[in-house]
């Protein structure tokens, strides 16, 4: 899916965040200042945050508290691979809670 510029991904976002829940994954593709963040700003606030989003690049991950759970914001930009992941250490757990 594409979005016409910030309104339209702030209101993609805002549809598609009260349907997610935990452990869910969304990818999201794009050059740079394509609107990943602003995606991401957008979710973090429709699920309850007041939270300041900033783009991870030069961190790789940022984490934003919620009252249900926690958004992990992963900007896999600079990363060659699946592979650099374990080179840099990171375990990701993906778990199913039962509702």
Known sequence: MSTN??????????????????????????????????????????????ATVTSPTFMLAQFYPLPQGTVLHVDAYRLSGSMSIVTWGWTITLTTQSP
């Open 5 to 50: 510029g910030p309104d339209g991904t702030q209101a993609v976002a805002g549809l598609l965040a009260p349907l997610l829940r935990s452990g869910d994954v969304v990818l999201l593709t794009g050059g740079l200042a394509t609107g990943k963040t602003t995606f991401v700003k957008a979710v973090v606030a429709a699920l309850g945050s007041s």
